[in-house]
T-cell receptor, first 113, second 112 residues
Framework: KAGVTQTPRYLIKTRGQQVTLSCSPI?????VSWYQQTPGQGLQFLFE???????NKGNFPGRFSGRQFSNSRSEMNVSTLELGDSALYLC????????????FGPGTRLTVL | QQQVKQSPQSLIVQKGGISIINCAYE??????FPWYQQFPGKGPALLIA?????SEKKEGRFTISFNKSAKQFSLHIMDSQPGDSATYFC???????????FGEGTQLTVNP
C-alpha cells in the first residue's frame, strides 16, 4: 500500500495570509490526525478526523481548522498566519478501529515570513 | 498530567554499543506506548510499541522495557549502527488511540 502523502511539501507564506495543507491517508484508513512539529514545542497534536467528523482536538487557537472528505482525505487550514506558525505539519493516518498505530506522512514545511 | 518526559536530549554512542533512551509519564490512562524514529526531512516512523500488560518487548535490535508502577519506559538499541543515527521520540496515548503525546525527542548519533 502507498503510504501517507502530504502536499505541498514546502510552503512559504507571509503574515496574515491563510494556508491549506492536504493529506491523503493510507488506503483503508479512516482516521487522520494532524500534528505540528517545532524545535521549541516538539510534536503537538492538533486534531483528529474520523469519518468526516472531528473526534479530538488539541490546544490550538481557532485559526487552526480542518476537515475530512468522504474518501478520508483531509485538509488543514490555518488562517491569519503568524510567524510562530512556521513549523513542520505532519499528518498521520490509522485504521481507526482497534489498531492504534499511527503512520505519519513526510510533512509539509511551512515558513511564515 | 498529559506530559511525557524524555531523556537524554542527545546521545552519542560508538558503533556496536547500546543506546538507552528513557521516558516517564504521568497519566495513568495511557495504555499504548510507541517509539518513533525520525530522520531529517522525513516524518516519524513507528519503530516498536508496547502495552502495559507486558514488561518487555523485543524486535530485532530494539527492546522496550516497561515499568508500570514507576510509570517509566525505555528504548534499548543493541549493537547500535551509524544508520541508527536519528531522532527518537517516545509517545503515549489512551484508549482512543488518536491523540499521541510525545516526549521531547532524543538525537542519537552513532559514531563509526
Amino acid at each position: 500500500k502507498a503510504g501517507v502523502t502530504q502536499t505541498p511539501r514546502y510552503l512559504i507564506k507571509t503574515r496574515g495570509q491563510q494556508v491549506t495543507l492536504s493529506c491523503s491517508p493510507i488506503s483503508g484508513h479512516r482516521s487522520v490526525s494532524w500534528y505540528q512539529q517545532t524545535p521549541g514545542q516538539g510534536l503537538q497534536f492538533l486534531f483528529e478526523y474520523f469519518s468526516e467528523t472531528q473526534r479530538n482536538k488539541g490546544n490550538f487557537p481557532g485559526r487552526f481548522s480542518g476537515r475530512q472528505f468522504s474518501n478520508s482525505r483531509s485538509e488543514m487550514n490555518v488562517s491569519t498566519l503568524e510567524l510562530g506558525d512556521s513549523a513542520l505539519y505532519l499528518c498521520a493516518s490509522r485504521e481507526g478501529g482497534s489498531t492504534d498505530t499511527q503512520y505519519f506522512g513526510p510533512g509539509t514545511r511551512l515558513t511564515v515570513l | 498530567q498529559q506530559q511525557v518526559k524524555q531523556s537524554p536530549q542527545s546521545l552519542i554512542v560508538q558503533k556496536g554499543g547500546i543506546s538507552i533512551i528513557n521516558c516517564a509519564y504521568e497519566n495513568t490512562a495511557f495504555d499504548y506506548f510507541p517509539w518513533y524514529q525520525q530522520f531529517p526531512g522525513k516524518g516519524p516512523a513507528l519503530l516498536i510499541a508496547i502495552r502495559p500488560d507486558v514488561s518487555e518487548k523485543k524486535e530485532g535490535r530494539f527492546t522496550i522495557s516497561f515499568n508500570k508502577s514507576a510509570k517509566q519506559f525505555s528504548l534499548h538499541i543493541m549493537d547500535s549502527q551509524p544508520g541508527d543515527s536519528a531522532t527518537y521520540f517516545c509517545a503515549a496515548t489512551g484508549t482512543s488511540g488518536s491523540r499521541l503525546t510525545f516526549g521531547e525527542g532524543t538525537q542519537l548519533t552513532v559514531n563509526p
